[in-house]
């Protein structure tokens, strides 16, 4: 589950920085009809369901994407390989919801299967709907009265603002399609974040910046993610989607003992400078404070690449300028806030009162950060988006997240 929950928190670390390609062009996308029929048993998850997981074959797909206790050690006998939807419910903390197909299954197998079931804590209940026919599991009673409560209402997940919508936006999967409803992000456990980012940056960023989050596993390490605005301009990412990626130069300086890194190359700064402002517009934000200074200060640095970069115990920014420095030891920075200024909290430092040069990459941070990152050893294996065109990345060693020209991909180590 945390390794699921890893693209939302990382989406929040992009909030005032992701220059974001989402056209999409190049994305192999489910057929909607297709994935709609095939999981028609979603008309059983509630309308403010948090999640749905589309799951190909239910114990492969729960092996995959959740396992904590009770439904970590169950035994689906002849239902193992049904479709079948987990989704979740706020019971104090997120409570699982299993919706397994069974529409032609033997009425006595999927009695015994509940019954054994039964014997783990969760709560069996045969739920019947327009020819439709699921085995509902939830270890919680408010749950099942929930869930009992939305079939009443005659509404369902399908008639959530924007998840039809979402359907045709979903990647291609090998055998489990994710969705996330971003409105209910506050329901995602701080922990994930890994203490890079605040809950309370995270919850509001994340709600804001798409409508839905859908992720497709394509193989065992590999996940492809597309995130739906539905073209409204409120959401954070679809302003940015006219910017193009650029090249990922960060390895040539990337500290050995990198344990987190977000990485912004900037194909163009007055076209990614124009997106904010026009965003902010659109959502009446003003501009951060000393923003004045910091155009100034961007425009005589002409800024190729962004990073932020947690290394050891030290954290520093470093930015690849497009204009000519000579290279120096650190001294005063002039120019404090700047980058913050120009591109939000997911830059920002504690102190950032001294700067070095070093070839074409200035260095920001504390005096005792940009000394220790002169003279660290630089990183002999690289991240996989090293040197390729991205719109921007975040890095955690045995797993990255990165938007490669309109496909963005979560890997991670096996």
Same mark, same amino acid.
């Given at each position: ?76 006998? %002849? ?23 069974? =529409? ?45 409560? /939305? ?8 008639? =959530? ?42 919850? !509001?960023?994340?709600?804001?910046? #798409? ?15 597309? !995130? ?13 989607? /006219?910017?193009? !990626? ?20 900037? /194909? ?52 690849? #300028? ?30 950032? /009162? ?21 003279? %660290? ?15 921007? #990345? ?21």
């Amino acid at each position: 589950m945390k390794r699921i929950f890893y693209i939302l928190a990382a989406a929040a670390l992009m909030a005032a920085a992701a220059s974001c390609s989402y056209e999409r062009k190049s994305f192999p996308m489910q057929n909607a009809e297709a994935l709609s029929t095939d999981f028609a048993i979603l008309a059983f998850v509630p309308q403010d369901a948090p999640a749905a997981f589309c799951l190909n074959a239910c114990a492969a797909g729960l092996e995959k994407v959740y396992r904590k206790d009770p439904v970590d050690s169950l035994e689906f006998g %002849t239902l193992s390989g049904a479709k079948a939807v987990l989704s979740f419910f706020q019971d104090g903390k997120l409570v699982p919801c299993l919706y397994i197909d069974c =529409a032609g299954v033997d009425a006595a197998a999927v009695e015994e299967v509940s019954a054994a079931l039964a014997d783990k804590g969760l709560k069996g209940k045969v739920l019947e709907k327009d020819g439709l026919k699921v085995l509902f599991l939830t270890p919680s009673d408010y749950a099942l009265a929930n869930q009992e409560y /939305s079939m009443a209402s005659g509404k369902s997940i399908l008639n =959530a603002a924007g998840f039809t919508d979402a359907l045709s936006h979903a990647p291609v999967a090998q055998g489990v399609t994710m969705f996330f409803n971003n409105k209910e992000s506050a329901k995602v456990p701080a922990k994930v974040t890994g203490g890079e980012v605040a809950r309370q940056k995270l919850s !509001p960023f994340l709600s804001s910046a #798409a409508a839905w989050t859908v992720i497709a596993d394509e193989d065992e390490k590999t996940y492809d993610i597309a !995130p739906f605005t539905g073209g409204d301009a409120y959401y954070f990412l679809e302003v940015f989607s /006219s910017v193009k !990626p650029e090249a990922s130069l960060i390895g040539e300086v990337m500290p050995d003992l990198t344990s987190f890194m977000l990485d912004m190359p900037v /194909s163009s700064w007055k076209q990614l400078r124009r997106n904010i402002e026009a965003w902010q517009k659109a959502r009446s934000k003003r501009p951060a404070a000393g923003a004045s200074d910091a155009i100034a200060w961007a425009k005589m640095v002409n800024p190729k690449e962004f990073a932020f970069l947690h290394f050891g115990r030290f954290k520093v920014v470093v930015v690849r #300028a497009g204009a000519r420095f000579k290279e120096h030891e650190p001294a005063v920075n002039p120019y404090q806030g700047a980058v913050t200024a120009l591109l939000g909290n997911a830059f920002q430092l504690n102190d950032d /009162s001294y700067f070095a040069v070093t070839e074409k990459w200035i260095v920001i941070g504390a005096e005792d950060a940009v000394k220790a990152f002169l003279v %660290t050893n630089r990183k002999a294996d690289l991240p996989p988006f090293a040197g390729k065109s991205i719109n921007y #990345a975040v890095y955690r060693p045995a797993r990255a997240l990165w938007d490669e020209g309109g496909l963005i991909r979560l890997q991670f180590e096996k």
